[in-house]
């Protein structure tokens, strides 16, 4: 079975400052690792993907995140704060390239404080 | 594209009513999943087909719950005799499908809002 573990319900930010998300992922196999972001009232859209390439993944929008085994996480940073960032972000899990269900992250709402 | 269409946005019923939701993914599309949504959780997955094919589901889809792709196209999701734990946000997603190593992003709806009176 695979779980995330999405460390912070709610980040704030001032505009301009670098973002962290963190995120620790627990799977019994070589996992795949997303983020998605969801603002309200929508669907929820892909930002960066982990499939055992790259370790450091670059998404949409200047996010980042970086697959660290040792430490089974998958940290989402971006350097700048922008207002617009502002939404609820989730970790996500699965096996098979993401070629099969994905499970979710209990998500982190980031507050951009201008 | 034009991505991933659901139907309705917003659905209110009274308890103990049957509801269903459709779902058109985004055309060629073998996959489409559903998720279920409660306030200030993440989605939990319920059930995917491979085109007309069910091809697992989640211990959360109850019995009152049944959910159909008979055409390989469109999918419809039906609940039963509805409880007030079944308000939530339902989303669908489809993919292109594929077994891997490529990965095939799964495109979500923006979901059916459903509130139980």
Known sequence: AQSVTQLDSHVSVSEGTPVLLRCNYSSSYSPSLFWYVQHPNKGLQLLLKYTSAATLVKGINGFEAEFKKSETSFHLTKPSAHMSDAAEYFCVVSLNFGNEKLTFGTGTRLTIIP | ?117
Request: proline share 6%; aromatic share 10%.
């Open chain 2, 1 to 117: 594209d034009t991505g991933v269409s659901q139907d309705p946005r917003h659905k209110i019923t009274k308890r103990g009513q049957n509801v269903t939701f459709r779902c058109d993914p985004i055309s060629e599309h073998n996959r489409l999943y559903w998720y279920r949504q409660t306030l200030g959780q993440g989605p939990e997955f319920l059930t995917y087909f491979q085109n007309e094919a069910q091809l697992e589901k989640s211990r959360l889809l109850s019995d009152r719950f049944s959910a159909e792709r008979p055409k390989g196209s469109f999918s419809t999701l039906e609940i039963q005799r509805t409880e007030q734990g079944d308000s939530a946000m339902y989303l669908c997603a489809s993919s292109p499908g594929g077994a891997g190593p490529v990965y095939q992003p799964q495109h979500f709806g923006d979901g059916t809002r459903l509130s139980i009176l």
